[in-house]
């Protein structure tokens, strides 16, 4: 079975360099009205990896999913310009898309993955809003899929996928069988500018629509956030003369 | 290290383009159907243009334009890149292999690009104007020969009509062009051609009619010269005020000889044809200029909110922050000034007088602009460390080239009687 096609799946987040974030009045959340969105750097990286796993004919047809509202089909598309076959976009709106966390969205992708039929499940290793890291991890534990996440290089070889993934103490090499999920760490690749023909391409591929109800998804969140604060603003050091001077006032306030 | 994507400030206001060929096909697919006529909205199509040309020139061409503004290296890996991403040419119809867009997209394209640094803009655009008389005048044969070839490797062309001896008056041309047999014999000068040096072919306007009295639309020729011809002379490499980078030479033409197939339209017709390029190429011309003046006014915002003077944030000071006011003021109007006048000439219509004023006004407020920016920066404007003083030097150009300013409202002011008259 020579893997048929790859699922791309993108998270829309809040940008990256944006200069200040602010925690909303009533401390429920994070303001995002008027807050630039755009694809999270490691989904790029995603599609970038499943768009030359397509050009070296590892696999037939990429296709980029994403959850949220209206605005995410511009990451589809810009997804679409970078080489992808076609888009599915899951309407979530309201009050489900500011409740939805990764478990509704794996549920949503794990749907999707088994009602088309990929072989390989592609993600960003986690959104650089959230930093959550858990939706590719959890889109495989209910498809019951392998997974090789963090990785930093993908080989197809045959019916497996060998791995290497940055881990904590240096790089692992693990082979997996597919279908698999993967997620993107950011030296798997760059991924490429879309071209100016391929965006004006772009604009005849198709993206489907359907909402989670479609897929039997229910969305309804187990996890109630309670409060978001801003990090507490940061005291002026202090500084000391000598070393003695450095360890009589770290052991004075109980460090050492 | 994340991906920086650099968000610039600044409202963009646009207006949505309605029928030409390339934007009636983006525009159905716009989620903003306006239904009170006048639109500011770009079509999600030209927003994707405006995102990419933004994400090249921030990351691509703002890091090496000091340098090369220094060297005077003409950048051709940059512009190989841009014309890889398809961010060059835009004008090229689709049946000579390009992309057949409108002034509207590509003035997007090229006022990004002029963010960057004007230099290597200026040598961009430069292609366009050497190609659009081959666009608006050229046969089916010229065309798929001339502009067919830049779109299989990036090569460069140039538009060749100022002369030593005449700028804005172009009726003084001295070039002459001699009918032999089938060919026509040129000799003569032609001087600040951009991409003079690495063309691959001229766009020329020669006089064909010796008579004095011969009138201008009917004296002129518009020839296709291929710039490996003999008898091309090209000059050295002007070294300038600004737009360093930018290749503008001297080339002198010796008997080179052209045969009747490169003639555009007919003998007679090349006054009119390269008055009729300019329709479309003053557009992004201001467009550009409005590119560098909004970096001007990006820069000096960015300093007016981190150096401190008296206590505060020089931006908390309302000599800075008014001078602020008024260059974000004649930025956001040059845009619109750009906007109108290519969505005029997309639209089908005449558009001399919007054009004109599109760039007399760009030109003019860049570089008041630039020169505003320096000044916020205080000393440290006028060194090179910082990056705006380059960008007073590059902005300068812009009342020149194209048209001078003066020309400019020559041409305004004799439009504006016509409709004036009406």
């Known amino acids: 079975m020579s893997p048929a096609s790859v699922f791309v799946c993108l998270s829309l987040t809040l940008l990256s360099d944006y200069p200040v974030i602010r925690v909303?009045?009533?401390?429920?959340?994070?303001?995002?009205?008027g807050v630039k969105h755009s694809m999270n750097p490691f989904c790029e990286i995603a599609v970038e990896e499943a768009v030359k796993l397509k050009e070296k004919?590892?696999?037939?047809?990429?296709?980029?999913?994403s959850c949220g509202p209206t605005q995410v089909t511009e990451t589809i598309r810009t997804a679409l310009a970078m080489g992808c076959d076609r888009g599915i976009h899951v309407e979530v709106s309201g009050k489900d898309y500011e409740a939805m966390g990764p478990l509704q969205i794996a549920k949503i992708f794990a749907a999707l993955a088994k009602k088309e039929e990929a072989s390989l499940v592609i993600l960003g290793k986690q959104a650089i809003d959230d930093d959550c890291n858990q939706t590719g991890q959890m889109t495989a534990a209910l498809l019951d899929w392998p997974q090789g996440t963090f990785a930093s290089e993908v080989t197809i070889d045959g019916e497996k996928v060998k791995v290497v993934r940055e881990i904590d103490g240096g790089l692992e090499t693990i082979k997996i069988s597919m279908p698999a999920v993967l997620t993107a760490d950011l030296r798997l690749n760059t991924p490429r500018y879309a071209t100016l023909p391929n965006i004006m391409k772009a604009k005849k591929?198709?993206?489907?629509?359907?909402?989670?109800?479609d897929l039997g998804v229910d969305m309804v969140s187990r996890v109630e956030v309670l409060r978001v604060d801003e990090p507490p603003t940061r005291l002026a050091g202090v500084k000391v003369e000598t070393v003695d001077d450095l360890v009589a006032k770290l052991k004075a306030n109980g460090t050492i | 290290m994340l991906f920086n994507k650099a968000l610039r400030g600044g409202v963009q206001s646009v207006l949505r383009l309605q029928s030409t060929n390339a934007a009636a096909v983006a525009a159905t697919s716009s989620q903003n159907a306006p239904s009170t006529g006048f639109c500011f909205e770009m079509t999600d199509q030209q927003k994707e243009f405006q995102e990419l040309a933004r994400k090249f020139s921030r990351e691509e061409i703002v890091p090496v334009a000091a340098a090369y503004d220094r060297s005077g290296e003409y950048p051709f890996p940059i512009i190989k890149r841009a014309w890889e991403l398809g961010l060059m040419n835009s004008h090229i119809p689709e049946d000579c292999?390009?992309?057949?867009?409108?002034?509207?997209?590509?003035?997007?394209?090229?006022?990004?690009?002029?963010?960057?640094?004007?230099?290597v803009q200026t040598a961009i655009e430069a292609n366009s104007l050497g190609q659009m008389p081959v666009i608006i005048a050229g046969n089916d044969f010229q065309k798929k020969k001339?502009?067919?070839?830049?779109?299989?490797?990036?090569l460069m062309c140039a538009y060749g009509v100022t002369e030593p001896g005449a700028g804005s008056d172009v009726a003084g041309l001295k070039t002459r062009a001699e009918k032999k047999g089938d060919e026509y014999v040129v000799n003569g000068q032609k001087m600040w051609i951009t991409n003079g040096g690495k063309a691959n072919w001229?766009?020329?306007?020669?006089?064909?009619?010796?008579?004095?009295?011969?009138?201008?639309?009917?004296?002129?020729?518009g020839f296709i010269v291929d710039a490996d011809s003999p008898g091309i002379l090209v000059g050295r490499k002007e070294l300038n005020m600004g737009q360093r980078c930018s290749d503008t030479r001297g080339i002198t033409f010796e008997d080179v000889r052209i045969p009747k197939e490169n003639v555009l339209i007919g003998e007679g017709a090349g006054f009119k044809i390269a008055m009729g390029a300019f329709d479309k190429t003053r557009p992004p011309v201001a467009a550009g200029a409005t590119g560098l003046a909004q970096r001007a006014l990006d820069e000096a915002t960015g300093y007016a909110l981190e150096r401190k003077t008296f206590g505060k944030l020089i931006a908390e000071h309302q000599a800075v922050?008014?001078?602020?006011?008024e260059m974000a003021m004649k930025v956001e109007l040059a845009r619109m000034g750009w906007q109108r006048s290519a969505w005029e000439v997309d639209n089908g219509r005449r558009n001399t007088y919007y054009a004109s004023i599109a760039k007399a006004f760009a030109g003019d407020?860049?570089?008041q602009v630039a020169s505003d920016a320096v000044q916020v920066f205080g000393g440290n404007g006028f060194n090179s460390e910082y990056p705006v003083e380059k960008l007073m030097r590059d902005a300068k150009i812009y009342q020149i080239y194209e048209g001078t300013a003066q020309i400019q409202r020559l041409i305004i002011s004799r439009e504006h009687f016509g409709r004036f008259k009406k």
């Open chain 2, 365 to 367: 407020i860049a570089n």
């Open chain 2, 97 to 119: 292999g390009g992309m057949g867009l409108g002034i509207f997209d590509s003035c997007l394209i090229t006022e990004e690009l002029a963010y960057g640094c004007t230099g």
């Open chain 1, 205 to 213: 591929k198709k993206i489907a629509n359907m909402k989670p109800a």
């Open chain 2, 146 to 154: 001339y502009l067919g070839r830049m779109t299989e490797e990036p």
């Open chain 2, 202 to 221: 001229y766009f020329l306007l020669a006089r064909t009619d010796a008579d004095p009295k011969c009138p201008t639309s009917k004296a002129f020729t």
């Open chain 1, 57 to 65: 004919k590892f696999i037939k047809e990429v296709v980029a999913v």
């Open chain 2, 321 to 325: 922050s008014f001078l602020l006011a």
């Open chain 1, 24 to 33: 909303k009045p009533d401390n429920s959340g994070v303001v995002t009205d």
